[in-house]
Structure formats: C-alpha cells, structure tokens
C-alpha cells in the first residue's frame, strides 16, 4: 500500500476526461442538464508506476494540464445525451538529475483538444434500485503528435465503452455501482472497467469515496517511444486500480463547486504525481 500512501495522480485525465457523475445510474428529466467547467492539473513529475513494480525514471520533467467542459441534458425522460471536451497543455520540461541517460532529448510543449467524448446514457429501471446503460464514444485526440519530444494531448484512437451501473438514493445518502468494457481501435489494447461511489450529504457539501479500476487486456501492439524520447503520455497498457475522495460544495440548489483527488492501490505506466481537480457547476430541470 506505499503506492496509495504516498502518490496521488488524478485518472480522469487518464481515460476519457468524463465526470464520475456520468458513470450514476439516474437520468437527467426532459430539458433538465448539468455543466460544468474544470481545471484539472498534473504537476511535474519524473516517475512513472511500472508494469512490473519498478518504478519508470523519466529522462525530462513532465506535467499535464487541462481545461474541460462536461455537460448532460434530457433528451427524454430517461434518456440523457453526455458531452465532454477537453483542452489540453503537456509539456516535456527540466533535465531529471536521477536520470542516468547522457542523451536526454529535447524538451518540448503542446496543446490542443485531447479525447473528446460523446455519450448517451438510458435509465431502464427506476424505484428504489435504479439501473442504467451508458454507450460512450471517444474520439481520437487533435494534436499532432511531437516524435521528438514524444508529446500528445490523447490518444491517437476511437474508443468505444459501454457500460451498466446501479444504485440507490436514501435522501441524505447515495450509492452506486458500474462496470463495462473498452474498446480502442489503431492497436491499441482494450480494457475492462468497474468502479462505484457512495456519498452523504452534510450541511451545505456532499462528500463522497469513490474507486475507479481500469484494467487493460494487453490485446494491443503499439509501441511506446523510447527513452530518451519518452514522456509515458497517452501509452499504450495503461491501467489502475484507485481510490478517492471528491467534494461537492452546493453553494446555491443550481450551483456549486467540486474538488476531488485520487490514490493508487495498484497502477502501470501512469504518472507518480500529486494532482487537482477543481470544477465550477451549473444545473437546471432537476
């Protein structure tokens, strides 16, 4: 557990950018929706989690950040259209002076749009259980990719992850379960996903734990860049297991403010590195 105890990294930028309130079981009512904005920020970093316990020494500093909308809206009465679009900044900084390479490659910066991800969302049982299908697609990242600098802002495939969740609701308190499968094109390996939430309600705050596991198949071929050209953004085989708190601060019943942050319990090819996630919304129809 010295993983968890001591790495945070924030996995939405990982996978597909979507809040964890698109994973719920309940739908949006007709002409109801929900959107927020976040900035979700990845400090440097130099290691990776390795797929074999051992850490990944990076030859460069690496840190992320992005700006992303998420937005929900009824279509009907148990049908609910899902949306996010991410805008992203990466970039390959300072020398790591643990690095053993002579030949460390350049340094670098990118932006532009990442994996932006449209989805729908069907609530087929209601009551008490609440149960729900999700069909998301991700579309393939914008940026070029920078060889040399081995810089992306998402994956360079067509992910398409459907998935089933369930949960109840008792007032003050909450609970829901999901899992699914994901599949990306261009060689890419798939996944399977499973993760659930529970949350309580306190004054003026809902807080909330959350796990979230993304365990890939190991069905792909690409290849990742070599060091010293390597950043480990956006590789192939990437995978977790993760456990988090999130808060959401319910200024006014139509807006309000989340913040939330995620450890690792187990994790390959992802970054060892503290992470924010801070996010303004706004609802309506409820």
């Given at each position: ?141 914008d940026a070029t990719y920078l060889m040399t600098s081995d810089l992306r802002t998402g994956y360079n495939a067509l992910s398409i992850i459907p ?55 190991g069905n792909g071929s690409v290849e990742s860049a070599k060091e010293p050209y390597f950043t480990g953004l956006f590789i192939d085989n990437q ?48």
């Amino acid at each position: 557990m010295e993983q968890f105890r001591y790495y945070l990294f924030f996995l939405l930028l990982v996978l597909s950018g979507f809040s964890a309130v698109a994973q719920s079981p309940w739908a949006r009512s007709k002409g109801g929706g929900y959107a927020q904005v976040s900035w979700n920020f990845i400090p440097t970093y130099t290691n990776l989690f390795g797929e074999n316990g051992i850490d990944i020494v990076l030859s460069r500093e690496v840190s992320e950040r992005s700006v992303q909308f998420y937005g929900e809206y009824g279509l009907g009465k148990k049908t609910t259209l899902m949306v996010s679009l991410p805008y992203v900044w990466n970039e390959r900084g300072e020398v790591n002076p643990e690095s053993k390479l002579v030949n460390i490659g350049p340094g670098g910066e990118i932006s532009g749009v990442g994996n932006s991800t449209i989805g729908l969302k069907h609530q087929f049982l209601s009551g008490r259980l609440a149960m729900a299908g999700n069909l998301r697609v991700q579309l393939p990242a914008d940026a070029t990719y920078l060889m040399t600098s081995d810089l992306r802002t998402g994956y360079n495939a067509l992910s398409i992850i459907p998935t089933i969740s369930a949960g109840m609701g008792f007032g003050i308190t909450y609970w829901y379960a999901y899992g699914g499968y994901g599949y990306r094109s261009n060689n890419y390996t798939d996944f399977v996903t499973f993760g659930g939430e529970a949350g309580v309600n306190v004054g003026k705050f809902w807080v909330s734990a959350f796990t979230e596991s993304i365990l890939p198949l190991g069905n792909g071929s690409v290849e990742s860049a070599k060091e010293p050209y390597f950043t480990g953004l956006f590789i192939d085989n990437q995978g977790w297991v993760s456990y988090g708190l999130k808060a959401s601060w319910v200024i006014r019943p139509s807006f309000g403010i989340n913040f939330s942050g995620a450890g690792a319990g187990w994790a390959q090819n992802v970054p060892k590195s503290p992470g924010v996630s801070v996010g303004v919304w706004y609802r309506w129809g409820q």
